[in-house]
């Protein structure tokens, strides 16, 4: 299987690594839609690397990047769709660890829309669990199969604008109730008049989750 393509940044301290962030951009993006958060986190791990990674496959527009086409919405094609991305998503975590030297526990993940989508996905299923998993504008995929399939339950950071007309604030409400019922620990916060985006107030709990993840 091909490996992911990323953008690097960091580490701040101009140290040699300590941990991995993956950042997984939004369906039609790319790498570099989700590079810039970096700066706006390092004060809280200096020490790490970020790694934006480009979707495996071009968007059906012809523009950009997806996980999976959205050209069926139906949930049984969504979840066979997160199902064949996820293989690409374990192997360039594993493959960056490897490439890095770090302990196979020394990484975060972060994703916004589609991205957080399948970082939910796939970071609940690695044998050893990130530190923790930030999902923005996202949605949990076949939360049907998680007492079965969940394999870890590292803490989870939801955020969601109330205003969000791509991904509906109440995909990330459903996504608490899954996850809590499933042991898993979740913060959820949703952000008043904020639409489909990652506003100053949403950085700064994705940084207090990295923060807390990685002490």
Not at 81 to 88: D, F
Not at 160 to 181: I, Q
Request: aromatic fraction near 8%; hydrophobic fraction near 50%; charged fraction near 15%.
């Amino acid at each position: 299987m091909p490996t992911l393509d990323a953008i690097h940044w960091g580490p701040a301290s101009k140290a040699t690594p300590k941990q991995l962030v993956v950042l997984c951009h939004g369906l039609g993006a790319d790498a570099y839609d989700v590079i810039d958060i970096a700066p706006a986190w390092a004060h809280v791990c200096p020490d790490a690397l970020f790694a934006s990674v480009h979707a495996p496959f071009r968007h059906d527009s012809g523009f950009g990047r997806q996980w999976w086409s959205v050209a069926d919405r139906s949930p049984a094609v969504v979840e066979a769709g997160v199902r064949a991305a996820a293989p690409y998503l374990h192997g360039f975590i594993d493959a960056e660890l490897a490439r890095l030297g770090l302990p196979a526990g020394a990484y975060a993940m972060m994703g916004f829309s589609q991205g957080a989508m399948i970082s939910l996905f796939t970071g609940l299923r690695r044998r050893v669990a990130p530190r923790a998993i930030l999902a923005f504008s996202g949605a949990l995929i076949a939360p049907q199969t998680l007492a079965t399939e969940l394999v870890n339950r590292p803490p989870v950071l939801l955020v969601h604008g109330e205003a969000d007309d791509v991904v509906p604030v109440a995909r990330s409400r459903d996504a608490e109730t899954s996850l809590l019922a499933a042991g898993i620990p979740v913060d959820l916060h949703t952000i008043a008049r904020l639409g489909h985006g990652i506003d100053d107030t949403g950085l700064s709990f994705g940084a207090l989750a990295l923060q807390r993840g990685f002490a």
